[in-house]
């Protein structure tokens, strides 16, 4: 019988490793337990699906899905710091605002704006959101490795609560003169809560459209070649998915 079983996410002691790999999409959780050896699921409940494996290098690895934005997000790094997560490393998807951030083409995020406000249950709007500089460089390497330069990028990522946000240009020609690579909704609390639990934190992100010329929206009908079934993001999703176990397996081997 499981101990400490936590609320939402229904694991407990025993289902989470010291590394945890984290996304938004609950249905992408098996796909990145698919990368691992020996994967099984160990928890199912509200939305929230957890795996656990092993790398190739023999490093043990619990897989979580967090749902959409920074609230949910916040209850399952919460629940999986409390079984002993030392690492978690967000593989998700991002929209591009540099107009050089194209579908298909990943981004690192190096810090983010903080236009989210769960994290300030951790620490006020100064306090900076920054990726683990360890994790943030070897997540960079290895896509680098994978992918042709331009299309890696590094920089500051925009996190935001509303997906639906009614007056986007205000916004998007700001983050844009301020170089800001990219948006999301989770990241920025993931680094602040990371930093101030004194564990490490990273992003890697694959771009399913570009805010300036190709941004996700409705499609016209449901067997559509867009969203997150268009085949170049299909293609970085399953590269970053390498990048991050291959930095695992850098990082953690002995």
């Known amino acids: ?34 990368a691992l050896r020996d994967a099984e699921e160990v928890a199912r409940y509200r939305g929230f699906v957890t795996y656990r494996g092993h790398t190739p290098g023999g490093i043990q690895v619990t897989v979580s899905g967090t749902g959409i934005g920074s609230p949910s997000t916040h209850i399952c790094i919460e629940e999986l710091a409390r079984l002993g997560a030392e690492v978690i490393i967000r593989i998700g998807t991002c929209g591009g605002i540099d107009p050089v951030v194209k579908t298909g083409d990943v981004v690192v995020p190096i810090a983010c704006v903080r236009d989210e406000r769960t994290s300030l249950n951790y620490a006020p709007i100064e306090y900076p959101a920054v ?23 590094v920089g500051v990522c925009w996190t935001t ?11 998007l020609r700001l983050w844009t003169r301020a170089r800001v690579k990219c948006v999301e909704m989770e ?18 992100l694959a771009c399913d459209g570009n805010l300036h010329s190709d941004q996700k929206g409705e499609q016209s009908v449901d067997d559509e070649q ?22 695992i397996d850098r990082i953690m081997r002995p």
């Open 1 to 34: 019988m499981k101990r400490r079983v936590q609320p939402h996410l229904r694991v407990g002691e025993g289902d989470v490793e010291r590394i945890v790999l984290i996304s938004g999409n609950p249905d992408r959780v098996p796909v990145i337990a698919s």
């Open 131 to 153: 990726a683990s500089p360890i994790w943030c460089a070897a997540l960079h390497d290895e896509i680098s490795a994978l992918l042709p330069e331009d299309r890696v990028h």
């Open 161 to 171: 609560d509303v997906y639906y946000l009614r007056d986007m240009q205000g916004p």
């Open 187 to 204: 990241s920025s609390l993931l680094f602040v809560f990371a930093t101030t639990h004194g564990i490490h934190a990273a992003s890697i």
């Open 226 to 247: 867009t969203g997150e079934q268009d085949p170049r993001l299909v293609e970085a999703v399953g590269l970053e998915i390498e990048a991050a176990i291959r930095a």
